[in-house]
């Protein structure tokens, strides 16, 4: 009879858990889900989502790379062609500081042929010489040598051999070297960071100064 009581005061128990087992086991807790708004909801384009990207990239910032100084020395002129070639570069919008010259430095060899009779006679001649390949070669316009035909200015004077011995073997015929004078003084010009077609207009000026030449010069000299 005992056991039988006990029997049934287990039963009630387990009925008593079993019809509340929310309070005896609470269930676990639930994570709230955010409440959708289907009108707030928007279809990023291509070029949005692109645009999203590129702005979550992390941004690398560089340095610019060191400006490198490039300084040029056209050379030689006398008094008078000093002032003419200044003009000729303020017309370009240039600037040059002036350097005087030793008359050892200033010495210059030109190898040319001499002044045709017309500008026209000399025009057509320097058209034949370019088909013989010959690339480098101009019409002098300055009064002193008008007309004349020149193929290059040298400070060294075995390039102008050089340049001479060439030419004659292309079957050339009347050219010629010569030391280029300038007068008793001499002045270079010196100028700094030329772009190309700034080069190209200063070498368009040769007819008017055969005995100057355009060279990269260390920009300690300025």
Not at 54 to 68: L, W
Request: glycine letters at 2%; aromatic letters at 8%; a neutral charge.
């Amino acid at each position: 009879m005992k056991y039988f009581f006990w029997l049934l005061v287990l039963i009630n128990i387990g009925l008593f858990g079993y019809f509340n087992i929310d309070v005896v086991l609470p269930k676990p807790a639930q994570t709230q889900q955010a409440e959708i708004s289907p009108e707030r909801i928007k279809v990023l384009s291509l070029q949005e989502v692109d645009s999203l990207a590129s702005s979550q990239k992390k941004v690398v910032v560089t340095e610019p790379p060191p400006v490198i100084d490039v300084c040029f020395e056209w050379s030689v002129f006398s008094e008078t062609n000093l002032i003419n070639a200044q003009t000729a570069l303020e017309k370009l919008a240039l600037q040059a500081s002036v350097k005087e010259q030793t008359v050892q430095a200033s010495k210059r060899f030109w190898v040319y042929r001499p002044p045709l009779k017309s500008t026209a006679e000399a025009i057509k001649k320097a058209a034949e010489l370019k088909s013989l390949g010959v690339t480098d070669v101009f019409v002098v316009q300055e009064p002193r040598w008008k007309n004349a035909i020149s193929f290059g200015i040298f400070s060294d004077e075995q390039l102008a051999i050089n340049l001479q011995k060439e030419l004659q073997a292309k079957g050339i015929k009347n050219v010629e070297k010569s030391l280029r004078s300038q007068g008793k003084s001499y002045s270079s010009l010196l100028l700094k960071n030329l772009t190309e077609n700034e080069i190209a207009e200063i070498k368009k000026l040769n007819p008017d100064f055969p005995a100057a030449e355009l060279k990269e010069v260390s920009c300690d000299a300025l």
